[in-house]
């Protein structure tokens, strides 16, 4: 009896079933990791889906042609500005569908041709007064279909152009070429994507040599004391501070205190550079940290003075860090929208700034613009426009995975070429 019981209790059973139960246990958790990348990667391909989606549209514009009659009795070369160019839209709409007679079918029919169109006619006739007295076929953009509810009358109006191959649909250039418009067939991300660049240029010629600069001093030259740890403990600190924090330090700083003009690519580009500073500095460090001391120890033992050994050989050597660091940091710049908010930069500018002091947006900034609009063909230009800006905000993430330098080790020197 004792030998049966203690073979019913033998101790390898035991183990066994525990390293059944472990082995479950394992692969449920591989099964539940699997099963959260793959949830994962399922809400961002719903993501870019819908975006895509919504937004694809937004790159094609359909364009109808006119027969436009610049009539000299009409126009007055001398003041252009007074001339009623959606006039002569009307009327050679009106010539073309004569059977749109009543006010409603007249209204319905100039719906279908944009606003500015006129704007488009007025511009054709600065650039070459010898239009004057001719009659021009021009394209002109269409009402997006998004953007109004088609009666039967004006399908067949459609239908009659289309018909006479008057009608079509092609790459939608104005998008990329033209600034804001509370037209959303006018309405382009130029203005934006200028702002934007603006924005990022100072503030990448900004932090990009202060914070190396910065990192340099903390990891190499600082003395260890306790005002270099203060100051080395509220460095981290602020790489998590919002970013709203740094809109209102630039709200009441650069514009409040140095009357800096608000809503210009000069006060966005300082603030930014505020923003991006700790993450620079941090990702410097860490790249000075991981270059090995027997590099310094080499430098220093031939002769070279601190100083040489930090520029010509540590600094080298961390670069391609220093360069993610700061390619990390600026794609979080070119994302903020929160503290280009606080210093104004949310105004209407339908002007493409040229220089940093000009009234200026910035791509997120005009995404939230037009988010907030009530048109609904504003979602299709929302959706496009953040394409765009996804499609910057990748590209640099990319760049990150392939630093660009080339070590080349000799039996005297170390050769660090450095590729951009």
């Not at 501070?241 to 966005?268: D, E, K, M, Q, Y």
Request: charged share 15%; net charge positive; glycine share 6%.
């Amino acid at each position: 009896m004792n030998k049966e019981a203690s073979d019913a209790v033998r101790p390898i059973d035991i183990i066994t079933k525990k390293l059944h139960k472990r082995y479950k246990a394992e692969k449920r958790f591989k099964f539940y990791g699997i099963l959260a990348i793959f949830l994962s990667l399922s809400f961002l391909l719903l993501l870019f889906v819908s975006i895509i989606g919504n937004g694809y549209s937004a790159f094609l514009q359909t364009y109808v042609q006119l027969e436009i009659n610049f009539d000299p009795a009409v126009i007055d070369t001398g003041n252009l500005a007074s001339v009623n160019f959606p006039g002569l839209v009307k009327q050679t709409l009106r010539e073309k569908f004569p059977q749109a007679k009543s006010r409603k079918e007249k209204k319905q029919l100039y719906s279908l041709v944009s606003s500015g169109s006129s704007f488009q006619l007025q511009r054709m006739v600065e650039d070459n007064p010898s239009l004057i007295g001719k009659t021009e076929k021009i394209w002109v953009p269409d009402v997006p279909e998004s953007d109004r509810r088609l009666t039967d009358f004006q399908l067949q109006l459609l239908d009659t152009w289309e018909q006479e191959g008057k009608i079509k649909k092609q790459f939608n250039t104005t998008f990329f070429t033209a600034g804001d418009s509370r037209e959303p067939e006018l309405a382009g991300i130029m203005g934006a994507m200028s702002g934007s660049l603006l924005t990022l240029a100072l503030t990448l010629a900004l932090s990009f040599p202060i914070g190396v600069a910065a990192a340099v001093y903390l990891e190499e030259f600082a003395p260890r004391n306790r005002w270099i740890d203060i100051v080395e403990v509220n460095i981290n600190n602020l790489a998590a501070v919002p970013s709203i924090v740094f809109g209102l330090l630039g709200l009441a700083v650069f514009i409040n205190f140095f009357n800096l003009p608000r809503s210009t690519p000069v006060v966005g580009g300082l603030v930014l550079t505020i923003m991006t500073l700790p993450v620079i500095i941090i990702a410097s460090r860490a790249s000075l940290q991981s270059v090995p001391p027997s590099i310094r120890e080499a430098a220093l033992g031939v002769g070279a003075s601190k100083m040489q050994m930090v520029f010509h050989h540590v600094i080298p050597l961390a670069m391609p860090g220093m360069l993610t660091g700061t390619i990390i940091g600026m794609a979080r710049a070119l994302g903020e929208t929160a503290p280009l908010l606080m210093i104004g930069m949310v105004a209407f500018i339908v002007d493409i700034p040229s220089s940093f002091t000009d009234p200026a947006t910035a791509l997120p900034v005009q995404i939230f613009l037009w988010a907030d609009s009530p048109e609904r063909a504003f979602v299709e230009r929302t959706s496009a426009a953040i394409i765009v800006l996804l499609a910057f905000l990748i590209g640099g993430k990319i760049s990150t995975f392939h630093p660009g330098y080339l070590t080349m080790t000799t039996s005297k020197t170390n050769l660090i070429l450095i590729f951009f």
